[in-house]
């Protein structure tokens, strides 16, 4: 079913949108189309790459059940659509066709809450760090199973760390991730959160899109990891923060530099200690800095 929004655009329901990849030559089409999204292919052409043994008039009815939603027709043939690039691009990520799963390892640091050994895994679409002593979660995170495919286990720590950090710059910047509206920014105290760990923090900044669903929370820490002032203040100090997995920033994973100063209206201070030196931020319910300074000669 396909409806008007009332903002203009069409959109199709989710049934009818699952529907039309529930046939092996659809899906076919989209795999030979998806192989050269922006390069156009002939009727013909196509039918060729498919299978040359599909009906030519059965074959053009499952074409055209694509068109419009996942495939469009130009003057140089068909192509991908957005929408079906980026199904196609899950579809060999193995989004949803593969599994696999990626028994704990070490990953680097020891646990801020208790010392021990904090471990990494992969298992049900989901990649985590977690101190298996204590519980505290330091990421957790849904990627594909693409992620942990013949990968070493430093790399691999790296990349979870620079796409957590890419998810949580676009959220802090007012970019959902997911479908690029404009997230709701609120601070909110560790009991209203429901992730396992949430209680080792005292506060939470929270992202939540009403066009998408995404509820995203992480620390004030890691939601100023990247403000200037910050990059500034360690850079000159001779740490790239950027670089660094963020669960290795202890002010990025605990609320041992945050001081909640009021909550209505929320006023909180960051203050990160380098070299005998302190940066301090001071944010308010939006996560706007509203002051900041660097105190030279601070005792850590």
Do not use: K
């Not at 509206?181 to 601070?187: D, F, K, Q, Y």
Request: with cysteine.
């Amino acid at each position: 079913m396909t409806g008007e929004r009332p903002d203009g655009t069409s959109e199709t329901g989710p049934e009818a949108a699952f529907a039309l990849l529930g046939n092996e030559t659809r899906a076919d089409i989209l795999r030979v189309l998806g192989e050269e999204p922006w390069s156009g292919l002939s009727f013909s052409e196509l039918r060729s790459r498919v299978g040359g043994d599909v009906d030519s008039g059965r074959f053009n009815y499952h074409l055209q059940q694509l068109v419009g939603r996942f495939v469009t027709r130009e003057e140089d043939g068909y192509r991908m659509r957005p929408e079906g690039v980026t199904l196609y691009r899950a579809i060999r990520a193995g989004t949803y066709t593969r599994s696999t799963s990626v028994e704990p390892f070490e990953a680097g640091i020891d646990c801020y809450f208790c010392g021990a050994a904090v471990e990494a895994w992969y298992e049900d679409g989901t990649f985590t760090v977690q101190c298996p002593d204590c519980s505290h979660v330091y990421t957790h995170t849904m990627m594909p199973p693409s992620t942990v495919e013949g990968e070493e286990r430093a790399a691999l720590l790296d990349r979870v760390d620079q796409y957590n950090r890419h998810r949580a710059l676009a959220v802090s910047r007012g970019v959902c991730p997911i479908c690029v509206n404009a997230p709701e920014t609120t601070l909110v105290p560790a009991e209203e959160t429901w992730f396992e760990g949430g209680e080792d923090l005292e506060t939470f900044v929270r992202h939540e899109c009403d066009h998408c669903g995404l509820s995203h929370h992480m620390s004030v820490g890691l939601a100023l990891v990247y403000h200037p002032a910050l990059v500034s203040f360690f850079y000159e100090r001779g740490l790239d923060v950027t670089s660094v997995r963020y669960w290795e920033l202890e002010f990025a994973t605990t609320d041992r530099y945050v001081t909640v100063r009021a909550t209505d209206p929320w006023e909180v201070l960051l203050r990160v200690p380098r070299d005998g030196d302190a940066l301090e931020l001071v944010v308010d319910g939006d996560l706007a800095v509203s002051a900041e300074r660097v105190v030279e000669g601070a005792a850590e």
